[in-house]
């Protein structure tokens, strides 16, 4: 299982676009390189986003805008630890904190945007 994250358009509801490729991945991920506003993130760190959200989990970033997400991205990220793995699957603090940097990435990138997911 796992959280497909999308930060969309609000008029149309599909994935905005950025202007440059990227290469951010999680659990599945484009081959190469997209410019879609997406992120698979594995279930396995579930745990940790319960501990950093509360009881919405990751889940608290949707229907909000990029611009009002910011904030509790990076409350959320400077509460996880770096310690990682190098097996993604494996839910440690810093595997989990990097999908979070991402979807701010995309915020900060995009802050028109709102997301959805699951």
Same mark, same amino acid.
């Given at each position: 299982m796992s959280y497909d994250i999308y930060l969309n358009d609000r008029v149309t509801g599909q994935p905005l676009l950025l202007d440059v490729r990227h290469q951010m991945r999680g659990g599945t991920y484009c081959l190469g390189d997209?410019?879609? =506003?997406?992120?698979?993130?594995t279930y396995n760190y579930f745990?940790?986003?319960?501990?950093?959200? #509360?009881?919405?989990?990751?889940?608290?970033?949707? #229907?909000?805008? #990029? %611009?009002e997400s910011i904030p509790i991205l990076k409350e959320a990220?400077?509460?996880? #630890?770096?310690?990682?793995?190098?097996?993604?699957?494996? %839910?440690?603090?810093?595997? %989990?904190?990097?999908?979070? =940097?991402?979807?701010l990435a995309f915020a900060l990138l995009r802050p028109d945007g709102v997301w959805e997911g699951d």
């Open positions: 997209t410019r879609e =506003c997406w992120l698979n993130i745990k940790y986003y319960y501990e950093v959200f #509360g009881e919405q989990g990751i889940r608290t970033i949707y #229907g909000l805008t #990029g %611009a990220i400077s509460k996880l #630890g770096d310690e990682t793995s190098s097996d993604y699957w494996e %839910a440690t603090p810093g595997n %989990a904190k990097r999908p979070l =940097c991402q979807l």
